[in-house]
């Protein structure tokens, strides 16, 4: 009984994110688990090895006592014993979804929130086993962009202006539901993703996978979730360091995209993999436009080898223990160059528009040469990662590197290839431990057509000690932009300061 329980605890935590994106993705949750579903991610995220934050699981520990002795111990287990308070915290949430629904789950240590459980039954007590949670989050941003140019000129010799920005928006709202149907190994998750960054007649983008736990700890899906091309990128907008992903990140990475994948992990959980085969770099103009029979394949490993990591980079819940995750991740694919993407009212504001590192879009007309038109090209990225946690302090740092060649299209090209490559670094204390946090980040990005990069920090206030509740400031100062993304305070060409404060509720 207590292994299907475990099961409805593991289907309940798979969803997806959408760049903010859920994860059902690499991370053990969905696609950014709450953005595009979470950020749309296809693994489940990694338990956090270090004592449970007491708002979250003080309820759910003293259930502990009605798992067999032999199994939970006769007492509590020492906080600092990281992988025996998982196990507890594994037991208590199973001991709580043995309860009649509906229930709430809350976020532990280890886990991010399963939501709220609506119905779960097994294959021990029902001819249909069916798990229905609800979960998701909202974030609520303010943003100041104050301008240190008035204008900038693009690859194409044309001259932009550069605004003034000051705006209140909901900038990620991502509703998710997840369980099994049929048969506990039966998976699903899909969610709904908008955003008032896109405008109030922006499209909602679904979402979502159907999938089969092979074993209980490898699982394949299909469906709409990210495509893992960098660590950033695919831990959830949930869990950022600060205000959201970098400027880096933003210009590089890949985005959402219909596909199919496995995801998981290997040596007694130290190691972690998402990898596949999507129909294109993103599931704007990559995927629908493109010509021929193409795909975009991508894949995400990463290694935990002293312990569970946890949730984003942060050390808010001060590991007793060192924690380190080392990480790796590729993508190739062949790509329309169109901007299909940048269509007001109609797509996803995650897809992704590849720029030259001075921001201009590729696919503009005299962007590599007079009257030139890139029509496809051949994306290639890979990256590496590190992140550690100890005693309230953390750290994290990703480098990136993309080359993109094979160029068709009309005109003469002055280039027949272009390398990019940049990277991100985050340092962090919580000098009140699970309440106070203060941050440092950077990234820096070079390339053929110029230079950018971005320094800040900022104050983040976890409030009733928990994840699930956080209020964020922030200032940047981001020197020639090379990416451009409503939902972060990135614009093609901009040079100046970005001043952002966010509340966000996870549930």
């Not at 053990?28 to 979250?56: V, Y």
């Not at 027949?416 to 980040?441: I, K």
Request: net charge negative.
């Amino acid at each position: 009984m207590c292994r299907a329980l475990v099961m409805i605890a593991v289907s309940l935590g798979a969803s997806p994110d959408p760049g903010g994106g859920g994860e059902a993705c690499a991370d053990g949750t969905t696609a950014e688990r709450g953005d595009l579903g979470a950020e749309l991610t296809l693994t489940p995220e990694p338990s956090a090895g270090f004592r449970p934050a007491p708002a979250d699981t003080a309820a759910i520990v003293p259930t502990i006592a009605a798992v067999p002795t032999e199994e939970a111990g006769a007492t509590p287990p020492m906080l600092q014993d990281d992988e025996r308070m998982k196990m507890a915290i594994d037991h208590a949430v199973a001991a709580r979804l043995a309860r009649h629904p509906p229930f709430y789950v809350p976020a532990t240590d280890f886990t991010p929130p399963k939501g709220l459980v609506l119905h779960a039954t097994t294959h021990r007590d029902s001819r249909f086993p069916f798990a229905l949670a609800l979960n998701g989050f909202v974030q609520g941003r303010w943003m100041n962009l104050a301008r240190g140019v008035t204008q900038w000129t693009d690859a194409t010799g044309s001259t932009e202006p550069v605004v003034n920005e000051n705006s209140f928006n909901l900038n990620r709202i991502y509703l998710q539901a997840a369980g099994y149907a049929g048969s506990e190994r039966v998976l699903y998750n899909f969610a709904l993703f908008g955003s008032t960054n896109a405008g109030l007649l922006a499209t909602v983008a679904p979402v979502g996978f159907v999938g089969y736990a092979v074993t209980e700890t490898i699982k394949v899906g299909a469906g709409v979730t990210q495509v893992p091309g960098s660590r950033e990128w695919l831990m959830s907008s949930q869990w950022p360091f600060g205000i959201d992903r970098s400027m880096v990140n933003t210009f590089i990475r890949p985005s959402y995209s219909p596909g199919l994948f496995s995801f998981g992990s290997l040596l007694d959980k130290t190691l972690f993999y998402q990898a596949g085969v999507w129909n294109g770099i993103d599931g704007g103009a990559a995927g629908l436009l493109k010509n021929g029979t193409s795909m975009a394949w991508a894949g995400n490993l990463w290694w935990e080898p002293i312990g569970p990591f946890g949730l984003g980079y942060s050390d808010m819940e001060h590991h007793e223990s060192p924690a380190l995750r080392l990480g790796t991740s590729g993508v190739t694919a062949r790509s329309p160059a169109t901007i299909l993407a940048n269509t007001p009212g109609f797509s996803n504001p995650e897809n992704t528009i590849v720029r030259l590192s001075d921001g201009t879009p590729l696919s503009q007309t005299g962007a590599l040469g007079p009257n030139s038109q890139v029509d496809s090209f051949n994306y290639n990225l890979a990256t590496v990662d590190v992140g550690w946690k100890w005693r309230g302090w953390s750290a994290f740092g990703e480098y990136s590197w993309r080359l993109i060649d094979g160029l068709r299209g009309t005109g003469a090209f002055t280039r027949s290839s272009l390398f990019d490559q940049g990277g991100s670094a985050y340092l962090g204390w919580c000098f009140v431990p699970r309440t106070y946090e203060v941050y440092g980040r950077t990234s820096a990005l070079t390339g053929p057509f110029g230079s950018a990069q971005e320094f800040g920090g900022g104050l983040n206030w976890y409030l009733h000690e928990t994840r699930q509740n956080r209020f964020t400031f922030e200032t940047l100062w981001i020197d020639s932009s090379p990416a451009q993304n409503p939902l972060y305070p990135y614009r093609a060409g901009f040079t100046g300061t970005a001043i952002q404060a966010q509340y966000m509720v996870i549930f």
